[in-house]
């Protein structure tokens, strides 16, 4: 695959996670849109980093949670982040999704 083909692949992939991690409302992207596309950094408001971390690692989903910049440091303990590659499948993003899904709706709940 040529490299043109590769970069456009992660983007879709990250265009996919941005519209569907925006229908949550606690959700904040915190990658702006000119970001690299291998990265999305994302927090939940309200729920550290590590442990919606250990929450996805119990499904199966490793994350990362150290960041390098933040302004904001509520915000920096809440956020995390989620790497891509031309080798990320639809599967595997779908995969993702659900087990965020279920974790959102585990840690935010009153």
Do not use: M
Not at 1 to 21: D, F, H, K
Not at 90 to 107: S, V
């Amino acid at each position: 695959t040529e490299l043109p083909e590769r970069v456009e692949r992660v983007r879709s992939l990250n265009a996919r996670l941005r519209t569907e991690l925006a229908k949550y409302p606690k959700v904040r992207i915190n990658s702006p849109e000119a970001a690299v596309p291998q990265i999305l950094n994302l927090s939940v408001k309200d729920v550290k980093g590590t442990v919606f971390q250990r929450e996805l690692d119990a499904h199966g989903v490793c994350v990362s949670v150290k960041s390098a910049v933040s302004r904001d440091r509520r915000n920096a303990l809440s956020s995390w982040r989620i790497s891509l590659s031309h080798r990320t499948t639809d599967e595997e993003i779908t995969g993702f999704l659900q087990a965020f899904d279920a974790c959102y709706r585990t840690l935010t709940q009153p």
